[in-house]
């Protein structure tokens, strides 16, 4: 009895040394005692783990397959698993006793006993395995069924003939209702028969519900395989499709005959400007968006793939978070992912625009993380951020790892290839490091200098001249090289120089490098046509030097240029020396190295070591015309679970009798701020329901289509009977245009400018609270949204009383011209109020009138014009001559300095080019509602640099006015108004970075006037405009 229990309690498997003999495990196995055997067996995987080869013991463990004993059989199975590949002819012995344990109570041993079998590489068995995994699919185990799709993939390598029994086992387990079931038959489906789609149809919607359950590794089998299906089965969301005008339907009795439009073929109409998706490719993107807060990187990598190839571009956005962050995970994972951020910031860099400090490099950081991340924040670097870029670059120069100070180097000659704007700038800077003490930094700073000069956007002397000056102190011949071609390109403009620095060259030729010596040898050949006076003898002893060099390409090119330079027998070649020799060069390429891994899948191992591997299958690309959607509403037969068949809807689990799988709000709407609120139908109206609708209208919610962020004077005939008062706005003539006067309600503080604009403001003035104007506080819903017909927001001073501020009302600008719009005018107007695609985007109100004798039809955006910057134009089928229409649309502006260009098409004609749009600085931020506790932490935190006063007096001392002047110059938040005490704070956010914006106002001296502006932001550049 001691004995028992003193090998039953032994734990040092791993580090006792007598654990190794191999003989005393034999023994053990082959005694009868059941201690023995499961000592003898933990021994066994306790050396396996250590890496020890164990196969010696493989007839003695085999004979242990028929004990009783569960513990001893789950260890037995273990090392037949793992064994059963080396030694299949043993384990055949043993194919009987694993055909009877497939009947055995524990469904751990059933299981077991299925790997067993189907680890044995005999292919005269294959149908035996077959068939117990025929007899698995209908286990009523859910572990046992998972052990049978694992099984598929085993067969159908070992024989791929097997693979039509094998899809037939496939359906069975698609028709799972278990998560644990789905993940590994999903994984053998990709792994059999990958382009079999049709099996996938009826389970779709199945698969879109039940994916937050299932385990991870499945969870990323399942996504892998949607984003092919994806591609396969959906149309490109980005698409620009061939607009036609909407034919009239028959007028109905007691409507207006204008204003019916047919809405046959309405789904594949673009909604707002952008594609309407599928209702199942919708259902797919909100399915895998929550596992983007996986704490697995493979399944956060696998949705950003999935949304990277799936999703529309504004919507991919939202993927940049979760791999910045990813980003910073151990080497291994961040080296994926920093792979996979530079292939999608090379093909779309304003994703990762606004986390372009996630991707600084780190002191830790291994030499390949650097590189990436050099890469990535080249391709992400804009005119707003390429400032903070250059001065972490500059940073990176003082390392000691030389390859990363070149490295970073050619990362600032990209951004200055890139970013005109900054190309002197970076001139300038790599001039300076010519004196650096490290060889590396001057030598890479000369190459940069040579590629910068070929875009010959700077002046050459000054510079040629200093690059003369340090070439006796270079030793590497890059940079010797580069030297010297940059003198003899623009030797011209040195002619004193040049002749020197080729005297000197030519004395040391025997000396220098092969790669410096054809350099020179060129140098030669362009001061002999150039100044042969002062380089003929020169030259002359360079080409007999070369014509006995030891390197054939320096004989083969002197042997070129003197017979077609240096000779007389060919005048006419002469001639035309000069013209090759200073031909015109090309402006350099950068290398973009992920440019080129992205033509593999993201995710992918081909994509990871960039060369094609074993099993690749490449990313399909879309359907050319939209695939029949009727196939994902097939009927869904029993599971294996003995569940009830039932339809599949793209709105729920089920239809009729069974519960949905989760909630209404999961399984048939999408809710963002981003987006908005659909509910998913196909009807093509607003409401709150599932029944065919759609749900989230910024209307007045009566069902009909309009602008994205439409009122009713925003209405254009989309897909449904406009009212007869859009009828009306669209067919009436322009009326003259109204004299207008500005209310003026600034009184006496017209000397207070906050703004860069004046703004107009309405005279009636309503009372509302602050909260209920921001945009986190006003949720889409099928309730008419009170936009317009709103007031501004207010705010309760010290005392209690109300401050009453009027609604902001802005200008309208001219945007196109009739004369260069081909009859065609637009003008635009920034609205106030928040967007139902996002926070970070501006409302803009257009007004388009048709000037011309002739109707103008299919008035569209041009296809330059990109869905990232203008969302929410519809095409107008119709506009009749003096008629005109207003559109609502939302605008993204990259900066504050960066203008939208917009380009119009009508009648087949065009783009008629607009002037640019700049963004409003007014409508630069968003509302942030804060308590005045909150306010005074964040304004105490944003001091130093972030912080901006100025003083300035009020002729008259109308305090309640500060406020409306301060909220119509800038959209803010009303945080406190005391007008007793003279004090006034406002909040706001910018649209961009969401970075907070302060204003504080305080009135020191109440009967002069006297008064300070406090600004208070990360955005210097904001707060600097709004000072």
Not at 406 to 426: G, H, P, Y
Not at 540 to 550: A, G, H, I, T
Request: glycine share 6%.
């Amino acid at each position: 009895m001691s004995l028992k229990v003193t090998l039953y309690k032994r734990t040092d498997y791993f580090s006792s040394p007598e654990a190794d003999n191999s003989d005393e495990i034999n023994k053990l196995l082959d005694s009868k005692e059941r201690s023995h055997k499961l000592e003898g067996m933990k021994k066994l995987i306790a050396m396996i783990c250590k890496g020890q080869d164990v196969s010696k013991s493989f007839p003695a463990v085999v004979k242990n397959v028929i004990v009783k004993d569960t513990e001893v059989k789950k260890l037995v199975y273990i090392y037949l698993v793992h064994y059963a590949e080396v030694e299949p002819d043993s384990a055949l012995l043993s194919i009987n006793n694993f055909q009877k344990d497939l009947n055995d109570q524990n469904q751990l041993i059933r299981a077991q006993a299925l790997r067993v079998m189907s680890s044995i590489r005999v292919k005269v068995i294959t149908q035996i395995i077959l068939l117990a995994i025929q007899k698995c699919v209908n286990d009523s185990s859910a572990y046992v069924r998972k052990a049978a799709a694992h099984a598929i993939c085993k067969v159908f390598s070992l024989d791929p003939d097997t693979r039509d029994s094998l899809i037939e086992i496939l359906q069975t387990l698609l028709n799972d209702r278990m998560p644990m079931v789905l993940g590994s038959a999903v994984s053998a489906f990709s792994e059999v028969c990958p382009e079999r789609f049709d099996l996938i149809h009826p389970h779709f919607r199945k698969l879109c519900k039940m994916l937050a359950d299932t385990d991870e590794w499945g969870q990323v089998a399942i996504l892998n395989m949607m984003t092919r299906y994806g591609r396969d089965q959906f149309m490109d969301p980005d698409r620009k499709k061939e607009k036609k005008p909407k034919t009239p339907k028959p007028p109905k009795q007691g409507s207006d005959s204008d204003s019916d439009w047919s809405d046959e073929d309405d789904e594949d109409d673009d909604f707002f400007g952008i594609p309407q998706l599928d209702p199942d490719h919708r259902m797919l993107l909100n399915a895998v968006s929550p596992l983007l807060q996986s704490r697995n990187p493979s399944v956060v990598l696998a949705v950003t793939t999935l949304y990277f190839y799936l999703a529309p571009r504004m919507e991919a956005v939202k993927v940049a978070k979760s791999l910045s962050r990813l980003a910073r995970s151990d080497r291994e994972t961040s080296f994926v992912v920093l792979s996979t951020v530079a292939s999608m910031a090379a093909t779309r860099p304003k994703m990762f625009a606004p986390f372009v400090t996630d991707y600084f490099v780190d002191s830790v950081d291994p030499s390949y993380s650097r590189q990436l991340k050099l890469e990535i924040l080249t391709y992400v670097a804009n005119e707003s951020n390429i400032n903070k870029i250059l001065r972490e670059f500059n940073s990176y120069i003082h390392s000691d790892d030389k390859a990363f100070v070149a490295s970073t180097i050619k990362a600032i000659t990209r951004c200055a290839i890139n970013i005109e704007e900054v190309t002197e700038t970076c001139i300038h800077g790599l001039m300076a490091h010519l004196t650096h003490p490290n060889e590396t930094v001057v030598a890479e700073s000369v190459i940069a200098l040579k590629k910068l000069l070929q875009l010959g956007s700077v002046e050459h002397t000054h510079i040629v001249g200093q690059l003369a000056k340090i070439l006796d102190r270079l030793e590497d011949p890059s940079a010797r090289a580069s030297v010297t071609w940059v003198i003899g390109e623009y030797c011209e403009k040195v002619p004193l120089l040049a002749p020197d620095v080729f005297r000197v060259l030519a004395k040391g030729f025997v000396d220098e490098h092969d790669q410096v010596k054809l350099q020179i040898l060129t140098l030669g050949a362009k001061l002999y046509l150039s100044n042969p006076e002062q380089t003929h003898l020169i030259f002359q002893y360079v080409l007999n030097l070369c014509k006995y060099d030891r390197n054939y390409d320096i004989r083969d090119r002197a042997r070129l240029i003197r017979g077609t330079i240096y000779t007389d027998t060919l005048p006419a070649m002469r001639a035309h020396g000069k013209r090759l020799m200073f031909a015109t060069k090309q402006p350099p390429e950068m290398e973009r190295p992920s440019e080129e891994r992205a033509r593999f899948a993201l995710g992918s191992l081909s994509h990871v070591v960039n060369h094609v591997v074993s099993g690749y299958d490449p990313i399909p690309d879309f359907p050319e015309e939209r695939p029949d959607p009727s196939v994902r509403d097939t009927f869904v037969g029993p599971g294996a679970d003995g569940a009830a068949g039932h339809a599949s809807s793209p709105y729920g689990m089920a239809v009729g009798g069974e519960d949905a799988f989760y909630s209404d709000d999961e399984s048939g709407s999408w809710t963002g701020s981003e987006s908005g609120s659909w509910s998913g139908s196909e009807s093509g109206s607003w409401t709150g329901s599932q029944s065919g609708s759609w749900s989230g209208s910024d209307d007045d919610g009566s069902g009909s289509w309009s602008s994205s962020e439409g009122e009713e004077e925003d209405q254009v005939p989309q897909a449904a009977a406009p009212t007869q008062s859009e009828s009306s706005a669209i067919s009436a003539p322009v009326p003259a245009p109204a004299a207008t006067t500005s209310a003026d309600l600034l009184g006496g503080l017209e000397s207070l400018s906050i703004g860069e604009t004046p703004v107009a403001v309405t005279a009636a003035t309503v009372t509302a609270p602050v909260a209920a104007f921001a945009p986190s506080a006003a949720p889409l819903t099928a309730e008419p949204m009170p936009f317009i017909e709103d007031p501004l927001p207010g705010s309760a001073d010290a005392a209690g009383a109300s401050v009453v501020l009027a609604p902001v009302e802005h200008e309208s600008q001219p945007l196109l011209s009739e004369v260069v719009g081909g009859g065609l005018s637009a003008e635009y107007k920034f609205v106030r109020r928040p967007s139902s695609y996002g926070e970070d985007k501006c409302t803009v109100k257009l007004t388009l009138v048709n000037h011309s004798a002739n109707p103008l039809t299919n008035i569209d955006l041009d296809d330059s014009v990109s869905l990232s910057e203008v969302v929410g134009f519809p095409v107008i089928p119709q506009l009749q001559p003096g008629a005109r229409t207003t559109v609502t649309v939302a605008l993204s502006f990259e900066s504050l300095s960066s203008p939208i260009q917009m380009a119009f098409t009508h009648s087949d004609a065009g783009p008629f080019k607009c002037h640019p749009l700049p963004p409003l600085l007014a409508e630069a931020l968003n509302p942030f509602p804060v308590s005045a506790e909150k306010f005074e932490q964040l304004q105490a935190q944003l001091g130093g640099m972030n912080e901006e006063t100025k003083s300035f007096s009020l002729p008259q001392a109308k305090l309640w006015e500060v406020a409306q002047v301060v909220v119509q110059n800038a959209n803010v938040h009303v945080v406190s108004s005391d007008v007793d005490a003279g004090r006034f704070r406002f909040a706001g956010r910018t649209k961009l970075a969401e970075h907070p914006v302060l204003i504080s106002i305080q009135v020191a001296d109440l009967n002069s006037g006297a008064a300070s502006l406090r600004l208070n932001s990360e955005d210097t550049i904001l707060i600097a405009r709004l000072g």
